[in-house]
DNA sequence: GTCTATATGGTGATAGAC
DNA sequence: GTCTATCACCATATAGAC
């Protein structure tokens, strides 16, 4: 088979980036060519339509997430501590793809919302296999979608060491 | 001085429906009018623009927010059950119009941010006075921030009671 | 494959009647 | 004060040249 063309790769990349850095309002079709460095009707050769660009985002992030909870449940650290951390590290591919993502499901782009939830389902089982504590593993999710929400507003990330100090202290109940 | 028109209240209350139900995207001028019971030359007549209208919710949300902060301090259960509990109740009017606020802080009016982050600072200062520790405080908050973001994207809010369990074991460290 | 037009629909804003 | 036109502009999408 013939390698996929790589405008398609920038494209997207161009989409995440205006996406994630000026919000779903100025992703129009103009601004992701230019970004991307082709024209307009380059753009809509290898995706026909602003959905079918929707769902090519989508479809990277969902092999993003397959590839996200395997890294985590491998990770020797453990689940708890790669989730938040790499909850933190809002400039690799995975977590801008998922801003860009969470941006299209706020928007217009419900079915965004698929994908988002599934890795929300992932991460907590994975957590908690680890814990074993369904209520604790809820609650690091939660934190996680807390540092997202942050960096969907452009906020920095707050310090990592403390959060994973508090997780620590609730894993190990004071050995009571 | 004359009462303000109930016009103007009607028309920031349709503009809070849509922007948490649908989108920054689909609060548009005209959808505003419609679901307000007004038409758009009346609502231009009360906001002169679109920039006004944002302007009119963000120093609504600042109203609230003093608002809130004060109901925080005087709460009798204290700040970190007031605020996580109130970040799970997503139907009342301060926690729909943040979540419209920051909806418009995500799309093409970063000067919403302001509003957003001086509650972001206020809460965290408050919860930090009684718990006495800023790094549980900072923590808190983002919980607050977790449940926020997936009111935003329109999924069920976490239990509240097995969080607040959690929150209570780390401000008593086992009485080690 | 990628480009330059161009058609079509929708959004913010204005003018003027009532 | 509130409404009904109406305008100018921008976004998606198409047609067809290169």
């Known amino acids: 088979m013939p390698p996929p063309p790589a405008a398609r790769a920038k494209v997207l990349q161009a989409f995440t980036d205006l996406l ?10 103009d601004a992701v060519a230019d970004h ?24 990277h992030l969902t092999a993003l ?16 501590y790669y989730l938040l951390r790499t909850s933190s590290d809002v ?8 801003l860009a993502v969470a941006e299209l499901a706020r928007g217009a782009y419900p079915r ?5 939830d599934a890795a929300e389902q992932a991460w907590t089982d994975t957590v908690a296999e680890q814990v074993g504590d369904a209520a604790l593993a809820r609650t690091v999710v939660l934190l996680s979608d807390g540092i ?14 403390e959060l994973l100090a508090l997780v620590e202290r609730l894993r190990r109940p004071a050995a009571s």
Not at 45 to 52: C, E, L, M, T
Not at 112 to 116: D, H, P, T, V
Not at 149 to 155: D, E, I
């Open 20 to 29: 994630v850095t000026s919000g779903e309002r100025s992703a129009t079709l």
């Open 36 to 59: 991307a460095g082709v024209s307009k009707g380059g753009l809509l050769y290898h995706f026909g339509s602003k959905d079918a660009l929707v769902d090519g985002l989508v479809e």
């Open 65 to 80: 997430i397959a590839a996200d909870v395997a890294a985590m449940r491998a990770a020797p650290e453990g689940p708890v």
């Open 91 to 98: 400039g690799n591919e995975f977590d801008r793809t998922y």
């Open 112 to 116: 965004a919302r698929s994908a988002l």
């Open 148 to 161: 997202y929400h942050r960096a969907s507003l452009g906020a920095a990330p707050p310090p990592l060491e």
